[in-house]
């Protein structure tokens, strides 16, 4: 059974930093290309990264050298490094096995002075 535990969110200023974790149970970890998405109240669930099984990644754009997707093999686990952190980062954030219907519950970032 594969289950997906998403861990880190919370309540943080503009300008701070996040960790977030996605802790894996039940799945090919070493041979899954990973990624984090975030939806917003109101809008669609966007990528926000991604991580292939080699660990070539990709990011949004809006991201781009603000957050950093890593994996740890021998935890089985994802991360998502998140600095800088802005208004607009507000959202739930997903973890999910890309490209199937497995994903975690969520866990909320808010950012607000």
């Known amino acids: 059974q594969v289950q997906l535990v998403e861990s880190g969110g919370g309540l943080v200023q503009p300008g701070g930093s996040l960790r977030l974790s996605c802790a894996t149970s039940?799945?090919?970890?070493?041979?899954?290309?990973m990624g984090w998405y975030r939806q917003a109240p109101g809008k669609q669930r966007e990528l926000v990264a991604s991580?292939?099984?080699?660990?070539?990644?990709n990011y949004a754009e809006s991201v781009k050298g603000r957050f950093t997707i890593s994996r740890d093999y021998a935890k089985k686990t994802l991360y998502l490094q998140m600095n800088s952190l802005k208004i607009e980062d507000t959202a739930v954030y997903y973890c999910?096995?890309?490209?199937?219907?497995?994903w975690g519950q969520g866990t909320q970032v808010t950012v607000s002075s």
């Open positions: 991580i292939e099984r080699l660990g070539s990644t």
């Open positions: 039940g799945t090919t970890f070493s041979l899954d290309a």
């Open positions: 999910t096995i890309m490209r199937t219907a497995h």
